[in-house]
Every structure is written in structure tokens, then in C-alpha cells.
């Protein structure tokens, strides 16, 4: 059973960074796509970013520029670094195995202003 677990959040200042991982485990992890979502209080969950198995990215426009999706096979790990932090990223951030349609837990992050 694919299992993905997330790490990484807090609270941070408004112009700050976090980096965001999720460890896959169950599957062969570096033939996958992988994606970060966010939901924030009161609104729907978001794509944030994608990474596909040859390393192509695909970003939201709320977040270019910002985020950065990479991931390290050899540790069946996907990243999320996410630089110059608005009030306006706070949310809970999921990590998504689309092939598996397997969800993380979720980790807070909170900008603060």
C-alpha cells in the first residue's frame, strides 16, 4: 500500500522560506508523477506544483517564480521549497500520488505578517 508522509511546515515570516518534503513508500517511486496541493481555511484544495518522472515542472501561476517542486529518487522524496512566503500561502499542504490517487496527511504552514 503507497503510504506518503510529509514534513517540513511551520510558521514562518512574512519573506521567508520553508522546504516541505514527503517520503513515498509502497511504490516504485521514480517512474511516478508527484504533486503538492494546498487548502486553505474556507476554500478548496489547490494544485500548487508537479513534477513528472523526467523531471519536467509545472507550477501554478499563484506560485511562480516562489516554489520550486524537485524530488530525489534515491530517497523516494519530493520537495517543496518555497521562498518569498505571503500571508496568502497559509494553508495545509498535501502531498499527492496521482497513479496510487494516495494523499499525505497534510503539514500546517502559516506566514505571518
Known amino acids: 500500500q503507497v503510504q506518503l508522509v510529509e514534513s517540513g511546515g511551520g510558521l514562518v515570516l512574512f519573506g521567508g522560506s520553508l522546504r516541505l518534503s514527503c517520503t513515498v513508500s509502497?511504490?516504485?517511486?521514480?517512474?511516478?508523477?508527484m504533486a503538492w496541493y494546498r487548502q486553505a481555511p474556507g476554500k478548496q484544495r489547490e494544485r500548487v506544483a508537479t513534477?513528472?518522472?523526467?523531471?519536467?515542472?509545472n507550477n501554478a501561476d499563484s506560485v511562480k517564480g516562489r516554489f520550486t517542486i524537485s524530488r530525489d529518487n534515491a530517497k523516494n522524496t519530493v520537495y517543496l521549497q518555497m521562498n518569498n512566503l505571503k500571508p496568502e500561502d497559509t494553508a495545509v499542504y498535501y502531498c499527492?500520488?496521482?497513479?496510487?490517487?494516495?494523499w499525505g496527511q497534510g503539514t500546517q504552514v502559516t506566514v505571518s505578517s
Open positions: 509502497g511504490s516504485i517511486f521514480s517512474n511516478r508523477p
Open positions: 499527492y500520488d496521482p497513479n496510487s490517487n494516495r
Open positions: 513534477i513528472f518522472s523526467d523531471g519536467r515542472t
